[in-house]
């Protein structure tokens, strides 16, 4: 095949691509047979008048001499033979009389973790603290509904983890060629062929609780277990300082001599348990801030311009930046949502966290995205733990202001940076379920925060004019945005530090940060210990 790069397409040309690749190359249409999507971007920079474009990678199939092509091109870098990339099958020893491993935790690192054992033939033992994702998905719907509150199984936990509540973005900023084994396993488990080649490809939380639920399935199939509701609540030492149990609910003691542990960046209650333990952990920088909601057609036009509602575009989305020059604090937008709501992602009784979330066709109307502020140990202490506790008093400040029942503070932006209160006259109504109480956000987190948050609105209003005008809303508070510390781990290995056959994965671990990250996380630490077991080649010839 021939592949053609940085071929730019206008949103507003409708020529088919086989015609448009035939012009491309020179060649009649009849002579390219057959064109595929490699990539797939979208140019809104509309500099120099230029139109909003696709920018393509194609592969073309062309009924004309390869050879002969490629020559007639040879100075034009653009234009190449395409290469496909043989995959070489890693072989593994079976697991003989050696004990299954144990994965705890059920989201992207510890489900890719899991196919990646299973499909090595070693039949793992999953434990998810929360229920399966439909269970999860209705025990959900009502907290939203009525602000009851299952603090085993929530926005947090269970099934598919956080991400399952979420935008479902498959970017991550590293390009580890593991990527595509997590978007081909995406694709076997029924997400739409798009996310193949789409720059920014997303999956939205309706499609997401399916995909997870085909990922388990396949897993089961291949040997592994499934086990949910069930919560690891403690993990023992033999005298040579390697894992031998872990204990499940408080009750139930297993022999467990590998655990690969994918407990998210909110299982507070296990991050106090491990360093009860004295496994080692370090406090790490995060970031909290708000949500912040416009009308979807607002952000479309200030992306778009008058190509904003043309056929094929996708609802835009954003990303800003600020550094405050006083204190050197970053402040950034943070799992922008095109056309989603704000979401209530309480997992603690008394306490409130929001998040962002869309559904596959984002079409609610309605952008939201955090804005966050940088925060790290000179603000909340060097303690292990002090992080999560910085997280905590925020959320239990946020509850109170909004006088319970977990409804949630709100604020117009003219309110929040003239010092006053009770706006209710919103540019949009806020998305956030079971409701929002009018309240001041500076006291709901630290004023290093608000201070700095209050600096960058008028800058990312200058970048995206009437951003941070009087009437839009904010909701508070985003604390989830990644864990508040890190458990340490051997850099080869991926084993715990301190603690022999403790696999800390994903994003609880404070090793990833979001869906794509955590499972090629949960696929590398598998492989790093499927390596002592690796078949040579001819072995098996």
């Not at 020179?26 to 120099?48: F, G, M, S, T």
């Not at 390869?66 to 091109?73: R, S, T, W």
């Not at 990646?116 to 929360?130: C, I, K, M, N, S």
């Not at 201070?451 to 989830?480: N, S, Y």
Request: include cysteine; charge should be neutral.
């Amino acid at each position: 095949m021939i592949r053609i790069s940085n071929f730019a397409v206008p949103i507003r040309d409708e020529t088919p691509l086989p015609s448009l690749a035939a012009k491309r190359l020179d060649l009649p249409p009849q002579a390219v047979l057959e064109v595929v999507i490699v990539r797939k971007a979208l140019d809104a920079r509309r500099y120099h008048g230029a139109p909003v474009q696709f920018v393509y990678v194609l592969d073309a199939v062309v009924a004309v001499s390869e050879k002969k092509l490629l020559a007639k091109f040879r100075k034009d870098r653009n234009i190449s033979q395409s290469v496909e990339k043989a995959h070489v099958p890693v072989h593994f020893r079976p697991r003989g009389d050696a004990l299954r491993p144990v994965v705890v935790g059920f989201g992207p690192a510890g489900m890719f973790a899991a196919l990646t054992l299973a499909r090595a033939g070693w039949d793992p033992l999953v434990l998810e603290r929360g229920c399966d994702v439909d269970r999860r998905h209705e025990k959900v719907l009502r907290f939203w509904e009525t602000g009851s509150l299952d603090v085993r199984s929530n926005v947090q936990f269970g099934e598919g983890g956080a991400g399952t509540f979420s935008d479902g973005k498959l970017t991550a900023r590293s390009s580890d060629p593991h990527m595509q084994d997590v978007l081909e396993a995406f694709l076997a488990a029924g997400a739409p062929e798009e996310i193949r080649y789409l720059q920014k490809p997303h999956i939205g939380t309706d499609l997401l609780r399916g995909i997870v639920r085909n990922i388990r399935r396949e897993i089961i199939r291949l040997g592994g277990e499934v086990r949910f509701e069930a919560q690891m609540t403690g993990i023992e030492a033999d005298k040579d300082g390697r894992l031998a149990h872990i204990l499940v609910n408080d009750e139930e003691r297993i022999a467990a001599e590998t655990v690969f542990m994918g407990i998210g960046h909110s299982a507070r209650d296990t991050y106090r348990m491990l360093a009860e333990q004295g496994i080692r952990m370090e406090p790490k920088p995060f970031a909290v801030g708000v949500r912040i909601e416009h009308p979807q057609e607002f952000i479309d036009r200030a992306q778009y311009g008058e190509d904003a509602g043309s056929f094929g575009l996708p609802a835009a989305d954003y990303a800003l930046t600020f550094k405050d020059l006083r204190n050197g604090r970053g402040v950034y937008t943070f799992c922008m949502c095109p056309g989603g709501q704000v979401v209530a992602a309480a997992s603690e009784e008394g306490r409130v966290a929001v998040n962002g979330m869309s559904n596959y066709r984002r079409d609610s109307g309605i952008a939201n995205s955090a804005v966050l502020v940088t925060v790290g140990p000179r603000d909340f202490g060097s303690s292990v733990l002090a992080g999560m506790d910085f997280q905590q008093e925020c959320e239990s400040a946020a509850f109170s202001m909004a006088g319970g029942g977990y409804r949630a503070p709100v604020q117009t932006v003219g309110d929040f940076l003239e010092g006053r209160t009770g706006s209710m006259q919103f540019l949009v109504p806020p998305t956030y379920r079971p409701g929002v109480h009018p309240a001041d956000l500076r006291k709901c987190l630290p004023h290093f925060v608000t201070d700095t948050l209050a600096e960058a609105l008028p800058h990312f209003d200058r970048k995206i004019p009437g951003f941070a005008a009087r009437d839009v809303v904010m909701t508070g508070v985003e604390t989830r945005s990644s864990a508040p510390c890190r458990i340490c781990r051997k850099k080869d290995s991926f084993q715990s530090e301190n603690l022999e056959g403790l696999y800390p994965i994903g994003e609880g671990a404070g090793y990833a940060g979001g869906i794509m990250s955590s499972a090629v996380d949960g696929i590398k630490a598998a492989e790093a210990f499927l390596r002592q077991y690796v078949v040579n080649s001819e072995e098996n010839e």
